[in-house]
């Protein structure tokens, strides 16, 4: 199965979170490739859009492999098992927070468009365009979790094998209609991966504004 593009896929994947309709669920996307379908299964499923921002804390030189991740409001999450492991040193970490803290900064002031939303108490659904490894997903649950939602779902159009059980242990629910036996990349799921800019994102967002229960 290909999609289309983010924003059908995200349609697909309202269509298999129907169940959650009821609760009127809090749907974040993970900037920038997540938003287009966050949104998409918005529209098919109700409840509130809005932006999860997060940022990994990867090893320096194992990116992909989260030793942490920040987010809003100060936030910071540290998986003290990965920096023994990898031996990463104070100062190395610090080097690589500062880093993404500035990114984390930037996004907020151009991404946030609207003050966020309370996630306490709300069925949190966290969306991205894809798992590869799935360390980004599980900071953002992390990330989440520190904020006491009622509870955490995870919906992808597509992962690998090894991401979902690796999100399985960290989120309550997860939806997920692709999942190849091997992933060669999240893009090669879609005809249309373009890499989205800050202000096709901002437009996915701005109409969430007002938060009318009846769009």
């Known amino acids: 199965m290909i999609y289309p593009d983010r924003g059908a896929a995200g349609r697909a994947l309202g269509e298999q ?3 959650l309709r ?15 379908v966050a949104a998409a299964v918005r529209e098919v499923i109700g409840g509130d859009l809005d932006v999860l921002l997060v940022r990994k804390l990867g090893v320096p030189w194992q990116p992909e492999l989260a030793m942490g991740a920040i987010g ?7 998986n003290y098992d990965v ?16 880093m ?19 996630l306490k108490d709300r ?10 490894t799935g360390a980004t ?39 997920c209609p692709l999942v190849p036996r091997a992933l060669g990349g999240v893009g090669g799921a879609y005809r249309d991966f373009h890499q989205l800019t800050d202000e096709e994102v901002v437009e996915l967002l701005r109409p969430t504004a007002s938060h009318d229960p009846g769009e």
Request: net charge negative; with cysteine.
């Open 123 to 132: 069925t949190v659904i966290i969306v991205d365009d894809g798992m590869a």
């Open 22 to 36: 009821a609760a009127d669920p809090l749907v974040l996307g993970l900037p920038r490739g997540g938003v287009p």
């Open 137 to 175: 997903v599980a900071a953002g649950c992390e990330i989440a979790r520190l904020h006491e939602p009622r509870r955490v779902v995870v919906a992808v159009p597509v992962s690998s094998v090894e991401a979902l059980h690796r999100i399985r242990s960290v989120a309550d629910e997860v939806v």
């Open 72 to 78: 809003e409001d100060d936030v910071r999450v540290l």
């Open 100 to 118: 993404e803290r500035a990114e984390l900064e930037r996004r907020r002031q151009i991404l946030r468009v609207s003050p966020p939303l309370p």
């Open 17 to 19: 979170l129907e169940h």
């Open 83 to 98: 920096m023994r492991h990898t031996g990463v040193s104070v100062s190395q970490l610090a080097a690589i927070e500062d």
